[in-house]
């Protein structure tokens, strides 16, 4: 095994980006590779910062965060705990050590002679000797990446660079490494490499019926809108394959290769189209009933090639169902029949040997299971049991597995399950956080999505001199969002993937001494704190639907205060703490209701023209609210009587992104690509901006405001880039 190494327990093996001890295999992102073996050329040495970006990234600028999470990544290659470290130590404000053995794996004497044997360190001091030495030892020439680290980590260049923003209103996730026990034949078969490196961000791929092309969404860097591409694999550069302005989504080729279904969506309609794949005349098949549209809806065509499988909503509070288009005819008929109140079927998937449907199923958002059907009106089966957020879904070639993406685990990953059922195995192909796989039909080829982010929580003066006046309190490469200030103004409460799993955390005011209070796996979130600042109240799923749970400010056991078939989000207290408001669909559309805050009686409904996310006025004389699905915030009195809007704001992907504070109304707005927070005078409707942010705002997020007004806090998704992925070898 020439060029391998060993560290600690671990064996390395750098030319295929991978790492194994006792059966167990680790895949590493190449970039994360390169980390750990500077590292290695200087075990017990301090590397610093600087001298890191300039060995792994020599002609590129990247920022802070992209080391760390690289760092990240290879401290959980090495279960290491960065508060007690046995393999990577960090040095404050200087850079890291690597403190475990290493040592050279020498190649195999040709002729039965014997070799030098390199020598298992001991301790720091031995490890730095041998990290020195390594290239001296008689007869062992060391890996070229390694000769590589040793030569570069002596030199000085610092480099200070950024990721590329990312405006698309999802999410993206860093993909470096993912450890798997399971398929270890398949894990040494396949090879990976990236397939597009492009400034921006590339998105859900779909691979051509014969495995030679990809066609993707590519929202370039400083757009808006996301286009459809086109790339050959023996070719760089992609075509670009359609000419719209508005949004473009969800490409889908047509069985014999000749055509590509793709998504538009504007502020007016969301239209599904066809165009040749070599280029040409797009063709509108198809303009939707409701103009809602999610990024990951999905489109496929029937075996046949003569019709579209895609996800339709009659009314925006309806649930999603899949329907069959007849391109020929036009005409349109129901496949599926999702639970009244559900949030619906989507991700549509055709079998390749065109005889099943998979999809995805949920009651809500966050939360959905994979159901199989034979095609074309089969009884839907369910496959998964454990209603988890999945992104992408996708066929094995020969028709017998299907990969989909989810957080069953924590980050967002790939993973396989039988189209019989049965338990889902980690893939180990892709990373940990990688999304919307793709798998060719012929070729044994495998496309997924892969990136990094940056999200922070930021606390902006609204007294200052001018809108630059902000501080960062919080910042990670998994999403910490939905910030609440506790009415003391010392703590905020807030809800972070940090930990694997979105989770309630608090920290003080100032980003300092962040605690983790649930660890239930269930997707908590919109944390609201009780005005005497004992509890905060927020909202999650352990069994499908989501409800309402109350915790004490200091952590504790969660205690649920809503429960039933239907889903409760987004909670706030009356002033006296006496009930918890919240928006719910179980009257069978989305409404405002309100329930004691120790749980008992029943809810009541508050609205009855729609609802969702609902404030009390400080005087306990109004109730502010926004509609679901509408852009808009409304007012009512507590006493009764009837609602009017007071404010265009906010977006309807950022229901959430406004609060209350003194007399006024603060929300989100936005004016082409800029999004500002504006104060609103609720009796005259008149708007002020306050703040103008600088990135796109965290959807659904939630802003808050210190206590004595002078500071919002609020959520940014600050820097992100996306690429594609290609596995060869894939089964």
């Given at each position: 095994?020439?060029?391998?190494?060993?560290?600690?327990?671990?064996?390395?093996?750098?030319?295929?980006?991978?790492?194994?001890?006792?059966?167990?295999?680790?895949?590493?992102?190449?970039?994360?590779?390169?980390?750990?073996?500077?590292?290695?050329?200087?075990?017990?040495?301090?590397?610093?910062?600087?001298?890191?970006?300039?060995?792994?990234?020599?002609?590129?600028?990247?920022?802070?965060?992209?080391?760390?999470?690289?760092?990240?990544?290879?401290?959980?290659?090495?279960?290491?705990?960065?508060?007690?470290?046995?393999?990577?130590?960090?040095?404050?404000?200087?850079?890291?050590?690597?403190?475990?053995?290493?040592?050279?794996?020498?190649?195999?004497?040709?002729?039965?002679?014997?070799?030098?044997?390199?020598?298992?360190?001991?301790?720091?001091?031995?490890?730095?000797?041998?990290?020195?030495?390594?290239?001296?030892?008689?007869?062992?020439?060391?890996?070229?990446?390694?000769?590589?680290?040793?030569?570069?980590?002596?030199?000085?260049?610092?480099?200070?660079?950024?990721?590329?923003?990312?405006?698309?209103?999802?999410?993206?996730?860093?993909?470096?490494?993912?450890?798997?026990?399971?398929?270890?034949?398949?894990?040494?078969?396949?090879?990976?490499?990236?397939?597009?490196?492009?400034?921006?961000?590339?998105?859900?791929?779909?691979?051509?019926?014969?495995?030679?092309?990809?066609?993707?969404?590519?929202?370039?860097?400083?757009?808006?809108?996301?286009?459809?591409?086109?790339?050959?694999?023996?070719?760089?550069?992609?075509?670009?394959?359609?000419?719209?302005?508005?949004?473009?989504?969800?490409p889908a080729w047509s069985p014999d290769g000749r055509w590509i279904a793709f998504v538009r969506h504007d502020d007016v309609r969301t239209s599904i189209l066809i165009t040749p794949a070599i280029g040409g005349s797009e063709e509108l098949v198809y303009t939707l009933p409701t103009n809602h549209v999610w990024e990951y809806g999905g489109l496929t065509w029937?075996?046949?090639?003569?019709?579209?499988?895609?996800?339709?909503?009659?009314?925006?509070?309806?649930?999603?169902?899949?329907?069959?288009?007849?391109?020929?005819?036009?005409?349109?008929?129901?496949?599926?029949?999702?639970?009244?109140?559900?949030?619906?079927?989507?991700?549509?998937?055709?079998?390749?040997?065109?005889?099943?449907?998979?999809?995805?199923?949920?009651?809500?958002?966050?939360?959905?299971?994979?159901?199989?059907?034979?095609?074309?009106?089969?009884?839907?089966?369910?496959?998964?049991?454990?209603?988890?957020?999945?992104?992408?879904?996708?066929?094995?070639?020969?028709?017998?597995?299907?990969?989909?993406?989810?957080?069953?685990?924590?980050?967002?990953?790939?993973?396989?399950?039988?189209?019989?059922?049965?338990?889902?195995?980690?893939?180990?192909?892709?990373?940990?956080?990688?999304?919307?796989?793709?798998?060719?039909?012929?070729?044994?080829?495998?496309?997924?999505?892969?990136?990094?982010?940056?999200?922070?929580?930021?606390?902006?003066?609204?007294?200052?001199?001018?809108?630059?006046?902000?501080?960062?309190?919080?910042?990670?490469?998994?999403?910490?969002?939905?910030?609440?200030?506790?009415?003391?103004?010392?703590?905020?409460?807030?809800?972070?993937?940090?930990?694997?799993?979105?989770?309630?955390?608090?920290?003080?005011?100032?980003?300092?001494?962040?605690?983790?209070?649930?660890?239930?796996?269930?997707?908590?979130?919109?944390?609201?704190?009780?005005?005497?600042?004992?509890?905060?109240?927020?909202?999650?799923?352990?069994?499908?639907?989501?409800?309402?749970?109350?915790?004490?400010?200091?952590?504790?056991?969660?205690?649920?205060?809503?429960?039933?078939?239907?889903?409760?989000?987004?909670?706030?207290?009356?002033?006296?703490?006496?009930?918890?408001?919240?928006?719910?669909?179980?009257?069978?559309?989305?409404?405002?209701?309100?329930?004691?805050?120790?749980?008992?009686?029943?809810?009541?409904?508050?609205?009855?023209?729609?609802?969702?996310?609902?404030?009390?006025?400080?005087?306990?004389?109004?109730?502010?609210?926004?509609?679901?699905?509408?852009?808009?915030?409304?007012?009512?009195?507590?006493?009764?009587?009837?609602?009017?809007?007071?404010?265009?704001?906010?977006?309807?992907?950022?229901?959430?992104?406004?609060?209350?504070?003194?007399?006024?109304?603060?929300?989100?707005?936005?004016?082409?690509?800029?999004?500002?927070?504006?104060?609103?005078?609720?009796?005259?409707?008149?708007?002020?901006?306050?703040?103008?942010?600088?990135?796109?705002?965290?959807?659904?997020?939630?802003?808050?405001?210190?206590?004595?007004?002078?500071?919002?806090?609020?959520?940014?998704?600050?820097?992100?880039?996306?690429?594609?992925?290609?596995?060869?070898?894939?089964?």
């Amino acid at each position: 095994m020439r060029g391998d190494y060993r560290i600690g327990e671990w064996l390395i093996h750098p030319a295929i980006n991978s790492m194994e001890r006792d059966g167990e295999t680790v895949h590493l992102e190449p970039k994360v590779m390169q980390v750990l073996l500077a590292l290695a050329a200087e075990a017990g040495e301090v590397v610093t910062r600087e001298q890191l970006r300039s060995i792994v990234w020599p002609d590129v600028f990247v920022g802070e965060d992209v080391l760390i999470r690289a760092i990240s990544e290879l401290r959980r290659a090495f279960s290491d705990d960065p508060r007690v470290p046995h393999t990577i130590q960090t040095v404050p404000k200087v850079g890291y050590r690597l403190i475990t053995s290493v040592s050279v794996v020498l190649p195999e004497p040709p002729n039965g002679l014997s070799a030098p044997v390199a020598q298992q360190t001991d301790g720091i001091e031995s490890a730095r000797t041998d990290a020195r030495e390594v290239g001296s030892v008689p007869g062992v020439v060391p890996p070229p990446a390694l000769q590589k680290a040793i030569g570069a980590s002596r030199r000085f260049t610092v480099l200070w660079g950024f990721l590329l923003v990312l405006a698309l209103g999802g999410a993206v996730w860093g993909v470096f490494a993912v450890r798997t026990n399971h398929r270890p034949a398949r894990a040494e078969a396949y090879t990976s490499r990236p397939l597009t490196t492009y400034p921006g961000s590339e998105l859900q791929p779909s691979f051509s019926p014969d495995g030679s092309a990809v066609a993707f969404v590519w929202l370039k860097d400083g757009e808006r809108q996301g286009h459809i591409y086109v790339k050959l694999l023996g070719s760089e550069a992609p075509a670009r394959l359609t000419a719209g302005t508005a949004e473009e989504l969800n490409p889908a080729w047509s069985p014999d290769g000749r055509w590509i279904a793709f998504v538009r969506h504007d502020d007016v309609r969301t239209s599904i189209l066809i165009t040749p794949a070599i280029g040409g005349s797009e063709e509108l098949v198809y303009t939707l009933p409701t103009n809602h549209v999610w990024e990951y809806g999905g489109l496929t065509w029937t075996p046949d090639g003569k019709g579209l499988i895609f996800p339709e909503q009659t009314d925006p509070q309806a649930p999603s169902v899949l329907v069959e288009l007849s391109i020929q005819g036009r005409t349109v008929r129901s496949i599926t029949s999702p639970p009244k109140g559900w949030d619906g079927d989507w991700t549509p998937a055709i079998s390749p040997d065109g005889t099943k449907l998979a999809f995805v199923r949920g009651p809500e958002g966050s939360v959905y299971d994979i159901y199989v059907m034979k095609f074309p009106d089969g009884a839907p089966q369910r496959i998964t049991n454990d209603g988890r957020l999945i992104v992408g879904l996708t066929w094995s070639s020969d028709s017998s597995e299907l990969i989909f993406a989810s957080n069953r685990s924590g980050s967002i990953s790939l993973w396989r399950v039988s189209a019989h059922g049965g338990t889902p195995e980690h893939e180990p192909a892709g990373g940990d956080n990688a999304y919307s796989p793709s798998i060719a039909k012929q070729g044994n080829r495998l496309v997924y999505s892969h990136g990094s982010a940056t999200w922070s929580i930021l606390a902006a003066d609204l007294n200052g001199k001018g809108p630059e006046i902000e501080a960062e309190i919080l910042t990670s490469s998994e999403q910490d969002a939905s910030p609440h200030v506790s009415p003391a103004g010392d703590k905020i409460a807030f809800q972070s993937w940090r930990s694997g799993s979105q989770e309630i955390w608090t920290a003080k005011i100032d980003g300092s001494n962040p605690i983790q209070l649930t660890n239930g796996g269930a997707s908590a979130g919109s944390p609201s704190w009780s005005h005497d600042g004992r509890h905060i109240a927020f909202d999650a799923r352990p069994a499908s639907f989501a409800h309402i749970y109350v915790i004490g400010a200091d952590g504790g056991a969660p205690r649920p205060v809503t429960s039933g078939n239907y889903n409760d989000i987004v909670p706030s207290w009356s002033v006296d703490d006496r009930w918890i408001y919240f928006g719910s669909n179980r009257s069978g559309s989305w409404q405002v209701w309100k329930i004691s805050s120790d749980g008992s009686g029943p809810a009541q409904q508050v609205t009855v023209g729609g609802g969702m996310v609902a404030i009390e006025s400080a005087d306990a004389q109004w109730l502010y609210f926004t509609h679901y699905a509408e852009q808009g915030l409304w007012r009512r009195p507590l006493s009764g009587g009837p609602e009017r809007k007071i404010f265009d704001g906010p977006p309807t992907g950022n229901l959430n992104y406004w609060t209350l504070s003194g007399v006024y109304a603060y929300s989100l707005s936005q004016q082409g690509s800029q999004f500002t927070l504006q104060r609103i005078d609720p009796e005259t409707g008149r708007a002020q901006v306050v703040y103008a942010l600088k990135h796109a705002p965290t959807p659904f997020a939630g802003i808050s405001l210190t206590p004595d007004g002078k500071k919002v806090i609020f959520a940014e998704l600050d820097r992100a880039s996306s690429g594609l992925t290609l596995v060869e070898h894939f089964d």
